[in-house]
């Protein structure tokens, strides 16, 4: 009785493991569900989205993956900017936004730098020899703490170790607090500086453009203690000259841009900076008519302009040109500077040759103010190269110095012999090549802006053949 039901048991068990379960794609409700969702009909807004952003980003990999197979090794150097308006424009600008105002944040203000100067003072120690203000390293993390404490984490960042062994020590492995004091407000005031600029770097690819370095001067002008009783008038045209000065020196190839790091590492931002200085109390007249970003100084170079344009078109020819700094340049220094920098297509209202903006005139007073620089040898060099082949032979300094020689005649000085001028500027130069001067050469030999002064300018050559006469007379007064 038993194991006859038991038998039957076993058997509908083993019928039952017998039959196979059908898979769930071929049943009829889950081919018609995924039918359903797959057109999505039945699916609500958000799914939908989700549907389409997974269509849409599934398609850019399939293009990506299939250029690159396409381009097989080579790698991807350039990156299509998004359009002005996308939604990936828009992400960038909101992405950038977030990251400067995050940066901004963690900057020290003006009333936290009062304050570490005073926990500063007042956590040091009077050198006994110097009268100097000192810590060590365990004031500087006393002095640390304190500062955490009065103004929050955002200072710990400067009291780091290394940041202590920037600096000198003495013998009792101390440091002074002012060179401290001061790399502190250097690296907050650049830091600012970085952060202002990439704001106004609209695409965001590290450069400024030219109205875009006029719009960050612009911003400046009210917080610079010498500029802020300039004339509305004259701000665009202010902006435009101190613009100027930073793509001579910061984009050398002329491409129409200079890289914010260039700009934020270079002396011209520590010369424009300067300006924060009361006039009245703290620069004298000489010192604001050399920084080029003084109002003196750019009021100067627009009248220096509107006096060589004898005939008020806006720009200069070879003749207005050659009256620049009293007619002491040479004329072939003038052909050449119109040759190399002046635009085809410049020409006057008469239409008789080629004429100079005020854009490239910026550049002949920056290259001649600034002949000591790299910057400015590179400008003149072209104008001496007479033949464009990259370097200079004895016959080129030949030609170029006959004209200086002919002024200096004009001007009521001795007989000069053209042939020991030349083996004099071969004894200052020292090329490597002994047949042939390289602008490589000029540069190596730090004399270069000297050389090129003597090729170009009678009064150049003039201050070089009194050199010690000069130089006496400025020890003169003081010895005094």
């Known amino acids: 009785m038993y194991s006859g039901s038991s038998d039957g048991e076993g058997h509908d068990a083993s019928s039952v493991a017998s039959r196979k379960i059908p ?36 398609d850019i990999f399939k293009e990506k993956q299939q250029k690159s197979a396409e381009a097989g090794t080579i790698p991807s150097f350039y990156k299509k900017k998004p359009e002005d308006g996308s939604i990936s424009h828009r992400v960038q600008r909101l992405a950038k936004y977030r990251f400067l105002k995050k940066q901004s944040d963690l900057l020290l203000n003006a009333d936290d730098l009062d304050a570490m100067w005073v926990c500063l003072r007042e956590n040091c120690v009077i050198d006994d020899v110097t009268g100097a203000e000192k810590m060590n390293y365990e004031d500087f993390c006393h002095i640390a703490s304190v500062c955490t404490e009065q103004i929050g984490p955002k200072c710990r960042r400067f009291f780091s170790p290394s940041n202590f062994m920037k600096f000198e020590k003495d013998e009792s492995g101390r440091i002074a607090i002012l060179p401290f004091y001061l790399y502190v407000m250097r690296t907050v005031s650049l830091t600012q500086a970085r952060i202002d600029m990439s ?6 690819d590290g450069f400024l453009q030219p109205h875009e370095m006029e719009a960050y001067i612009r911003g400046l002008i009210p917080n610079l203690a010498q500029l802020r009783d300039m004339l509305g008038t ?31 590492l270079s002396n011209c931002l520590q010369e424009l900076m300067e300006l924060h200085q009361e006039s009245e109390e703290e620069v004298t007249d000489t010192e604001q008519a050399e920084n080029w970003f003084s109002l003196t100084s750019a009021h100067r170079t627009v009248d220096m302009f509107l006096a060589l344009d004898k005939d008020n078109n806006g720009t200069l020819s070879k003749q207005e040109l050659r009256e620049y700094a009293d007619g002491t340049l040479t004329d072939i220094f003038i052909e050449r500077a119109f040759d190399e920098y002046v635009r085809r297509g410049k020409t006057g209202s008469s239409g008789n040759g080629r004429e100079m903006d005020f854009e490239s005139f910026l550049d002949f007073v920056l290259a001649l103010e600034n002949k000591d620089t790299p910057e400015g040898i590179t400008y003149l060099f072209r104008c001496l190269d007479l033949h464009g082949r990259g370097f200079l032979t004895t016959a080129d300094i030949h030609t170029l110095f006959r004209d200086v020689h002919q002024k200096w005649i004009e001007g009521g000085n001795y007989e000069l012999c053209i042939e020991d001028v030349r083996d004099e500027i071969w004894d200052m130069v020292k090329p490597a090549d002994p047949l042939r001067i390289t602008l490589s050469d000029l540069l190596s030999c730090k004399q270069g802006g000297t050389v090129a002064s003597m090729l170009i300018d009678v009064r150049g050559f003039w201050a070089h053949d009194n050199r010690e006469n000069l130089l006496q007379e400025e020890e003169e007064p003081e010895e005094e």
């Not at 704001?199 to 965001?204: A, G, H, M, V």
């Open 23 to 58: 898979p769930a794609s071929s049943m009829l409700w889950v081919r018609n569900l995924r039918r359903y969702i797959g057109s999505g009909a039945g699916l609500g807004s958000e799914a939908l989205m989700e549907l389409e952003t997974k269509r849409i980003l599934l």
């Open 234 to 264: 004259f701000v665009q045209m202010y902006c435009r000259i101190a613009a100027h000065k930073f793509f001579f020196f910061c984009d050398p190839n002329r491409r129409g841009k200079a890289c914010i790091k260039k700009v934020l």
């Open 199 to 204: 704001e106004l770097d609209e695409d965001s």
